[in-house]
Nanobody
Framework: QVQLVESGGGLVQPGDSLRLSCKAS????????MFWYRQAPGKERELVAK????????EYADSVKGRFTISRDNSNNMLYLQMNNLKPEDTAMYYC?????WGQGTQVTVSS
């Protein structure tokens, strides 16, 4: 019954912005750290961002630092990833994760 459902991906041009969302259910959302990962074709899955259960501490991969912002709304069991100034190298399937489950992913494609 644990579910993580991502949305918000799409095809955009370099420099555009996207906001990814992840709706969580089936567990006590407020008690867990949450993560965003991504995986591009032929590449290993990499950690993009993480956030503590309270939302007061965040960490980012060097490649997205200053452009991406992870946040959460514990009142609504929502996890977000605001992505600004997108680059072609950001193209990947993006997944939300917590200790025990992955979402199905949402595709982000950045191309001119």
């Amino acid at each position: 019954q644990v579910q993580l459902v991502e949305s918000g991906g799409g095809l955009v041009q370099p420099g555009d912005s996207l906001r990814l969302s992840c709706k969580a259910s089936g567990f006590t959302f407020t008690m867990y750290h949450m993560f965003w990962y991504r995986q591009a074709p032929g590449k290993e899955r990499e950690l993009v961002a993480k956030i503590t259960n309270t939302g007061t501490d965040t960490e980012y991969a060097d490649s997205v630092k200053g452009r991406f912002t992870i946040s959460r709304d514990n009142s609504n069991n929502m996890l977000y990833l605001q992505m600004n100034n997108l680059k072609p190298e950001d193209t990947a399937m993006y997944y939300c994760y917590y200790f025990g489950a992955w979402g199905q992913g949402t595709q982000v494609t950045v191309s001119s």
